[in-house]
C-alpha cells in the first residue's frame, strides 16, 4: 500500500526540513493546516502516520490524543518535541502515541523509526488479515475433474507472473476466491489484496473507490480518501464484475493500466502505482466488447491471461468430495457433530443442476449442518429445491408418478397426503416460474406481470426454489445474436 504521512508542524523551517527529509519509495507527504484544530483538520485526511508538534495538541494532551484515535481511519501518531520531558513522554505513550522524538533528531534517524513504524502497520494488517482466514491457497482447489484439472495446470503456469489476469465464470463459482489464492502464492504475497465490486456502486462513487479523492471533489466529498489503487500498490486489486464498469472509467482503467499512474478526483498530481490487476465477470465479456458495451482495447489489457472457471455442473466428479470437505470444515466452525452426508442425500446433492455453483453448496451444507439430528445429512435437512427434480429445459416438467424426494410412485403411501401435494405443487410451480424466466431472459418485472403476482412475491419464491435471475440471462445473449 501507498503510505501517507500527515505533517501538522508548527515550525515553517521544521516543515521544510522535514519535508526533503521524507522523500521515501511508497511514501506520500501531506501537509495540513497548522493554524487549525487538529481534530477536524484530521478528519478531513486520509493518512498512516500522523506527525505532529507538541504545541499543536491540546492540553490535556492525552485526552486529545485519545479522542484522534477514535476517529476512522486513525492513523499513528508521532510527537515532535523541542525538550526532553519524561513525564509528559510517559502521558503520551500511555494514551496511544507511538512515539515521542526530539524535533532535532537527524533526518536518517527520524526516516528510520517513521519507517518502522510504517512497516510494523502494514505488517499488523496482513497479520489481521490471515488470522481472519482471508488468505486461501491454490490447494483448496483439489479436484478430480479432468476439466478442472486442465483448468489448474493453467492457473499453477501463471501464478508466479506479474501479467494481467482475467477471470471468466458463472455466479458462485470462486472467482475472488481463485484471485485472492493466486495472491497468496505469488511474488506479492507479502503486500495487500484489495477488493472492489464494480456493479455495486454509482459511477461518481466507484471512481472514488478506485483512485480516491480530495475534500471537495465532489458533492458529499468532506474528507480526502485514498483509492483502492493505493491501498492494493505492491499488492494485487481485484475488480470484480468488470464488465459492470461505466464507459468513463473504462477509459480511465485503461490509461492507468498504461501508465501506472493515478489521479485523485479533485487533483492535479499523479501518483506512480505498483499494482497487479485480476478482473473478473460473470457476463460473456467477448460479446460485450463485439457489442461496444465494453472497450476493446481495455479488454486486450486485461485479459493477457484469461482463466475461465468451469461451473459445477461440468464437474461433478468434485461435488461428492466437496460436499464431505466442507462437512468437516463446519464441524469444526459450528461445533456440530455432523460427520458425513447420507446416501439418499448424496445422491440429491449430485443430481441437483447448482445453478449458484460452489456458492451455494457451501451455504446449503452450512445450513444442513445446523438442522440435522444425527451425525448425518439426510434429505430432510436438504432445501426444497434440491429434493425437487432437476430442470433440464425450461418447459419441462417433472416426469409422471414421481414427486421430489420419492424415487417412485411407490414411495407415496410411506408419505402422508398433504406432504405429497405440497411437494407435487412446489415441483410444478418451479418448473412454471423457470419456463417464464427463460422466455423472459431473467426479466423479474416482466416474468412477476405475465404469472400475476407481486414481484416481491417472485423473489421470494425463486429464493425458495433456488433460482437466480443470473442463471436465465443465457438467453438473452443468444436472443441478441440471432437478432439481425
Known amino acids: 500500500m501507498l503510505s501517507r504521512i500527515l505533517l501538522a508542524l508548527d515550525d515553517p523551517a521544521l516543515l521544510r526540513r522535514l519535508r526533503r527529509a521524507l522523500v521515501l519509495p511508497d511514501v506520500l507527504v501531506e501537509v495540513l493546516n497548522a493554524r487549525a484544530a487538529i481534530g477536524p483538520e484530521l478528519a478531513r485526511h486520509s493518512g498512516d502516520l500522523l506527525l505532529i508538534s507538541r504545541s499543536l495538541l491540546p492540553e490535556p494532551a492525552a485526552l486529545s490524543i485519545q479522542e484522534l484515535r477514535t476517529l476512522s481511519e486513525a492513523p499513528d501518531i508521532v510527537v515532535l518535541t523541542r525538550a526532553e520531558d519524561g513525564e509528559d513522554r510517559a502521558r503520551l505513550l500511555a494514551a496511544g502515541v507511538q512515539a515521542v522524538l526530539i524535533a532535532q533528531l537527524s533526518p536518517p534517524t527520524l526516516r528510520e523509526v517513521l519507517t518502522a513504524i510504517l512497516s510494523r502497520r502494514e505488517q499488523l494488517e496482513t497479520r489481521n488479515e490471515r488470522a481472519l482466514g482471508l ?66 456502486l454509482t459511477e461518481t462513487l466507484l471512481e472514488s473507490e478506485l483512485f480516491g479523492h480530495e475534500e471537495g471533489a465532489f458533492t458529499g466529498a468532506t474528507r480526502s480518501r485514498r483509492g483502492c489503487f493505493e491501498m492494493a500498490h505492491r499488492g494485487t486489486l481485484f475488480l470484480d464484475e468488470i464488465g459492470e464498469l461505466p464507459a468513463h472509467l473504462q477509459s480511465k ?7 501506472r499512474e493515478i489521479q485523485r478526483l479533485g487533483s492535479e498530481s499523479k501518483v506512480p502505482i505498483d499494482v497487479r490487476v485480476v478482473a473478473a465477470t460473470n457476463r460473456d465479456i467477448a460479446e460485450e466488447v463485439r457489442a461496444r458495451r465494453f472497450r476493446n482495447d481495455l479488454y486486450y489489457r486485461l485479459s493477457v491471461v484469461t482463466l475461465s ?49 460452489v456458492r451455494e453448496l457451501v451455504n446449503i451444507i452450512e445450513r444442513a449442518m445446523l438442522l440435522a439430528n444425527g451425525e448425518a445429512i ?56 423457470s419456463a417464464l424466466l427463460a422466455e423472459t431472459c431473467g426479466r423479474i418485472g416482466a416474468t412477476a406481470t405475465r404469472a400475476g403476482i407481486q414481484p416481491r412475491s417472485l423473489f421470494e419464491k425463486m429464493r425458495r426454489y433456488g433460482l437466480r435471475k443470473e442463471d436465465f440471462r443465457a438467453g438473452a445473449s443468444a436472443l441478441a445474436r440471432n437478432t439481425p
Request: glycine share 6%.
Open 309 to 357: 472457471i468451469p461451473p459445477l455442473r461440468a464437474r461433478r466428479e468434485d461435488i461428492s468430495a466437496l460436499a464431505e470437505a466442507y462437512v468437516e470444515y463446519y464441524r469444526q466452525h459450528i461445533r456440530r457433530d455432523v460427520r458425513r452426508v447420507a446416501p439418499d442425500a448424496l445422491e440429491a446433492i449430485q443430481r441437483y443442476p447448482w445453478p449458484g455453483n
Open 253 to 259: 482503467l485503461l490509461h492507468v493500466l498504461q501508465r
Open 378 to 433: 439426510t434429505l430432510a435437512d436438504l432445501p426444497d429445491s434440491l429434493r425437487l427434480p432437476a430442470v433440464s429445459d425450461a418447459g419441462s416438467l417433472p416426469p409422471a408418478g414421481v414427486l421430489p424426494g420419492l424415487r417412485s410412485s411407490a414411495d407415496w403411501t410411506r408419505e402422508p397426503l398433504e406432504d405429497v401435494r405440497r411437494r407435487a405443487l412446489e415441483s410444478v410451480e418451479r418448473a412454471y416460474l
Open 135 to 200: 488468505s486461501p491457497q491454490l490447494s483448496d482447489f483439489v479436484t478430480s475433474s479432468p476439466a478442472m484439472q486442465a483448468f489448474m495446470g493453467l492457473v499453477h503456469r501463471v501464478v508466479a507472473s506479474d501479467t494481467s489476469l482475467l477471470i471468466l465464470g458463472e455466479t458462485g463459482v470462486g472467482k475472488e476466491h481463485l484471485a485472492r489464492a493466486i495472491h497468496a502464492e505469488s511474488p506479492r504475497a507479502s503486500g495487500p489484496f484489495v477488493s472492489v465490486n464494480c456493479g455495486a
